[in-house]
Every structure is written in C-alpha cells, then in structure tokens.
C-alpha cells in the first residue's frame, strides 16, 4: 500500500465519524406525558463509539502540525474505546499505537485492540485509569523521541471534537428543542465540549454532568472525580448540576433497555440512560415538558462477558 492509498484510507475513515442517529427511547417515558428521552447512538460510529470523535480529531491535529511524524508513536492512556479508535487509525493510516491499559479491561476490548495490532502496556487493575496515566506519562519521559503523547485527558481537541460536532448535531436533530443535556464523566471531553456549545446556542439549556457514586465501581470508563487525577481538560463550573450514579442501577438499566427497547448498551451508557429517567421524572412531577438528550457510548458487545447480564439480582426495574 503507498502512502497515497494509506492517506485515502484514513480520510475516508476520518469522514465516517459522527452524524450519529438520535435514538427514542419512549418506553422509558410511557407515563411521563410531555418528557421524551433520546440517546444519541455512538456505537454508529466506525470504531464503535463516542471516542471516536476525540481520537479522530486528536490525530487529525497532530498530524497536521508534524507531532504525529512517520515512525513514532501515538502513544496514550486508555480504559479501552479510546485506545479502540487510535488502533483502527493507527492501522488505517500507518502509524504504529502503544497503549497504556488497566489489565481489567473487558476481554472484548483486549481481543479488539489486538485485532488492530495495538501494542499493549498492562498496568495494574488496583490503579485503574489513573494507573495507566502514570504509565503513559513515565514512557513519555523516558522516551519522548519515540512517542506522540496524545494525552486524551489533557488535550484540548478532545472537548472541541464534541464542540464541533455532538453539539451541533443534537441542536439540529432536535430542531433546537433539547432542553437538558446528560452525558457521563470520564476524560470529560464529552460533557465539556458538548455543553459549551449547546449553551451558546441557548443558555437556558439545562446540562447534568454524572459520575460513579464512589472510587470503587463497575462504571467502565467513568470518573469519580473526588478521589481520580482530574484531567486538565474537566470544568467543574459548567455542569448546572452533578449526578452520582450506582453501579447496580446501571446494570439493571443495561439489563432493561436489551429487553423492553430492544438495545444493547454498554454499562456507562446504561449509567447515562438512569440518570436521564431520573431527571425526566423530576420535570414530569413538576408538570414541566423537556426533551432531555444523552450519550449511548457504545453498544453492549464490549460488555457481554460481564456476569450481571445473567444476575437475577439485576432483572428487577429501579
């Protein structure tokens, strides 16, 4: 394949992410009269899911100022989706990723990234994300001639990805009609970037950020930013309101949306989905109308290996 060839293929990659379908989910809001719940479905993007955005506009930056240059790395710290888009870039458009990735990470993600040819650092699971950061960080110092550090939870393109285009997708989608944003904390690039916008185009747009309960939980992905590294990139005065979440309510939620929706959702998702009924029964008690919109990150397949799918505990709707 010549460099031409690798430049098609990863532009037409590029040119596939976003334009996600808004989902209905109007089960959910069957006795809520004048609420409607949509999930925006990432799991449409090419790589799976909503790290898509950032990954692609992160690379998209780099190269274009000569920090990605042929033979280096991109090299970053990941709970798995980020690191997913990076290889599939990496393997479209020919430049090599090492990934610094929690060894807890659900056995479909560690199949998918080494279908890409990812090269893997496993750090340890007791660390979490955090864990990995310092991993990516100390490769970085050691050998800065080698890597392109991404740094996913710093770099600002992260947040402008979602400013750019999940914003403005869902004011369009919705005919300017959202009235409240939902999205998880992880790097925060989703929630920072996303607001910001959606509150330019109107400010009375209410955005609820949500995070774990506590440090130790089964949020893939997700933040509980107390007692986390706060990515530099997080701005804890743009959320009208923060949002803890169980871990237990959101499997029951993964559990319910498969089997009265018909969609099979990841577990951070799920979270999403929770915490946008919760607020969607808040306004319906207030006999308030909302259109209340939030992220699908990806799709249940990375997830299926997890036991709660099969957990009685868990069938019952909260």
Known sequence: MTANDTKTLGSALLERVGNTPLIRLDRLTADLPGVQILGKAEWANPGGSVKDRAASAIVADAQAKGQLAPGK????????????????????????????????????????????????????PADGSDGAIRMARKLFAEQPEKYFYANQYGNDNNWRAHYNTTANEIWQQTDGRVTHFVAGLGTSGTFVGTTRRLKELNPNIQCYSMQPDSPFNGLEGLKHMET?????I??????????????????????????????LVGVSA???????????KEEA??????????????????????????????????
């Open 73 to 124: 790395h991109l090299l970053d710290a990941t709970s798995g989706n980020t690191g997913i888009a990076y290889s599939m870039l990496g393997a479209a458009m020919g430049f090599p990723v090492t990934l610094c990735v929690p060894s807890n990470v659900s056995p479909e993600r560690k199949h998918i990234l080494a279908a890409y040819g990812a090269n893997i650092v496993w750090t340890d």
């Open 285 to 318: 008690a207030a006999g308030r109308e909302a259109v209340i919109v939030t992220i699908l990150c990806d799709s249940a397949d990375k997830y299926l290996s997890e036991r709660f799918w099969s957990d009685p505990r868990y069938d019952e709707i909260s």
């Open 234 to 263: 997080y701005d804890a005065m743009l959320a009208d309101r923060d949002i803890p979440m169980e871990t237990e309510r959101a499997y029951r939620m993964a559990k319910r949306l498969g089997r009265t929706q018909g969609l």
């Open 270 to 280: 799920a979270a999403a989905v929770t915490t946008a009924l919760d607020v969607a």
């Open 228 to 232: 986390a590294i706060v990515p530099p």
